[in-house]
T-cell receptor, first 117, second 119 residues
Framework: EDKVVQSPLSLVVHEGDTVTLNCSYE??????LLWYKQEKKAPTFLFML????IEKKSGRLSSILDKKELFSILNITATQTGDSAIYLC?????????????????FGQGTILTVHP | GAVVSQHPSWVICKSGTSVKIECRSL??????MFWYRQFPKQSLMLMAT?????????EQGVEKDKFLINHASLTLSTLTVTSAHPEDSSFYIC???????????????FGPGTRLLVL
């Protein structure tokens, strides 16, 4: 069974702190790993990672994938209250069912990040 | 660009009734749409993959007769929760994949979600 596990499940920090969110996976037919941020409504895309060891960066957020150890981390530096959200890790995999192959996302449980002023 | 809408954004219904939720890609064509369910403080669970013009593929444990999916055009998919019960109360989110692309990420766009409460 395909599994995506995130840790910690929740995290409370103060503004200015740096946080590291973890995502490990055990799946067949891995294609890519994605990070999303979810506030009150739909998830918004952050990063897509396909290759090991190549850091992706966007402002204060960065992420890296280790395909040998099957995990990824999402770093947020100098956190702000606006970073408070659920951070979701998802693995895109190729699923075979009934003779048909199709891609699907399997999500982890999410990490609830709360940043206090 | 690449906006996905859902309608309604929230709905309250009585137990036993059916509820239809629409997912539309507003400015792009989507051959594939996905339906997810999310319970409070939990992650998104994929319910089914919907391909335009063909039958949906349901995930294990999802009752196809209870959650009817129709993907009649390249811009519209509908999810009908039939004979809804209180345990069906949840947040339902759709996503749409831009036609002609393979991996998700930038090319898979999420709708704002529909909150369903069954009394």
């Amino acid at each position: 069974e395909d599994k995506v596990v995130q840790s910690p499940l929740s995290l409370v920090v103060h503004e200015g702190d740096t946080v590291t969110l973890n995502c490990s996976y055990e799946v067949t037919n891995f294609r890519s790993l994605l990070w999303y941020k979810q506030e009150k409504k739909a998830p918004t895309f952050l990063f897509m990672l396909t290759s090991s060891g190549i850091e992706k960066k966007s402002g204060r957020l960065s992420s890296i994938l280790d395909k040998k150890e099957l995990f990824s981390i999402l770093n947020i530096t100098a956190t702000q209250t606006g970073d408070s959200a659920i951070y979701l890790c998802a693995v895109h995999l190729l699923h075979n069912a009934g003779g048909t192959s199709y891609g699907k996302l399997t999500f982890g449980q999410g990490t609830i990040l709360t940043v206090h002023p | 660009g690449a906006v996905v809408s859902q309608h309604p954004s929230w709905v309250i219904c009585k137990s036993g009734t059916s509820v239809k939720i629409e997912c539309r890609s507003l400015d792009f064509q989507a051959t594939t749409m996905f339906w997810y369910r999310q319970f409070p403080k939990q992650s998104l669970m994929l319910m089914a993959t919907s391909n335009e013009g063909s039958k949906a593929t349901y995930e294990q444990g999802v009752e196809k007769d209870k959650f009817l999916i129709n993907h009649a055009s390249l811009t519209l998919s509908t999810l009908t929760v039939t004979s809804a019960h209180p345990e069906d109360s949840s947040f339902y989110i759709c996503s749409a994949r831009l036609a002609g692309t393979s991996p998700p990420g930038e090319t898979q766009y999420f709708g704002p979600g529909t909150r369903l409460l069954v009394l």
